[in-house]
């Protein structure tokens, strides 16, 4: 391992076989803040995948390795001030961590993949700062692994003839659980085209076709994926989940509907119980718009380690317990936020479980923000509404478990 990021990442051994970089004994001495930016969404365009030398070369990253994405090359000579990508780890040798930071920056002791050899593919959505040149790098720490990514969209204040899209906090609301009646669609999603469901996301849906989802699949009965995209299209080429048999995974999506509000479902083998959760969605700017909704990244930044006691007791979340966590006023983040995007780790869980992120203050939502594994290192972000005093609240109805936060940066209110 190279010296310089070894020390940077003096990786902390959790529970057997885990690891995860170990909380920063101190902030960075200058962050770096992006201009207020919009949305603009990508159909799921791939722009790394190492399994075919798409964008880097044939064969899996190492060790210590970085991989350099040049997103100014790849959307021809746009450079947005931050990516949204879908990043997956396939065929990890040994538990690891990815981490993804722009270009020209130092390294952040933050994870936002986090890869298995008990996983043959492992899925998490990731924002990220694109540097100043127009690069932004992926490490990964031990092992070797193929990489491969799905741009979703990116954030821009610099696009002449358009205004974008603005985030609009919503409130948080189970659109779909194939467990339940919920949503009209009882049983398993079934593999294939003909197995498609199309989901009503009308009741929460405004003038928009592009919504911010929490997608979860529970009680699958093969390896597969599941990929989200508009009602009445072939099923996409991309995924927005990746699971194995008996696995339960979360992750987020900037989900495209239809016209008329129909959301597609697909997996292509076996049969899931699948549920979605609204968190939000991205409305149409106007010249006239104000700056609420707008998205400012930020150098990621540490908030919460239980492991260390940071941001909270160094003890693990214990059944029925909530955390109350404070996610501004660090790494430029100011006091007052709409919404703060946020990498959820859970580890040293000795069960499954899961943990339900939302507004310190507010009512629970019976949704869930991120679904952990007992013995292992589960990650998703999520998005995450803020209480006027800058606090988040996470719940975890059941089991032990050590939770990791980081923000990756905030939308304004």
Known sequence: MRASRAAAFAALMLAAG??????????????????????????????????????????????????????????????????VMNVTAVDATA??????????????????????????????????QVGADGVV?????????HLVADLQG???????????NAFVVGEPTRLLDTRTTVGGHPGKLVGGAAGVINLDTSPVQGPTDNLVVQATVTEPTESAHLSMYPAGQSPWSTSDLNFDPGQTVTNVSYAYTTGDHRLALYTNSGQAHVVVD?????QRRTAESGTAGLFIPTDPVRVLDTREGLGAPAAKAGPDSTARVKVTGLNGVPETVAAVVLNLTGTNAGENGHVTAYRAGAARPSTSSLNYTGNEDTGAMTV?????DGYIELYNPHGSVDLVADVQGYYSS
């Open 137 to 145: 790098n992926l490490y990964n720490h031990v092992g070797n692994v």
């Open 384 to 388: 995450v509404p803020v209480s006027t």
């Open 18 to 83: 885990t690891v995860l970089p170990a909380a920063p004994t101190a902030a960075a001495a200058t962050n770096q803040v992006g201009p207020a930016s919009t949305w603009f969404s990508i159909s799921n365009y791939r722009i790394l995948d190492t399994r075919e030398g798409k964008n880097a070369p044939v064969g899996t990253v190492g060790p210590d390795s970085v991989t350099r994405l040049d997103i100014t090359k790849i959307l021809h000579g746009i450079t947005p001030n931050a990516v």
């Open 95 to 128: 538990n690891s961590f990815i981490t993804a930071f722009p270009g020209g920056r130092p390294m952040p002791t933050v994870s936002n993949l986090n890869a298995t050899p008990n996983h043959k593919v492992t899925t998490n959505r990731v924002t990220v």
């Open 278 to 282: 609204f968190i939000g969605s991205f």
């Open 154 to 164: 990116y954030y821009t204040d610099r696009y002449p003839g358009s205004e974008g």
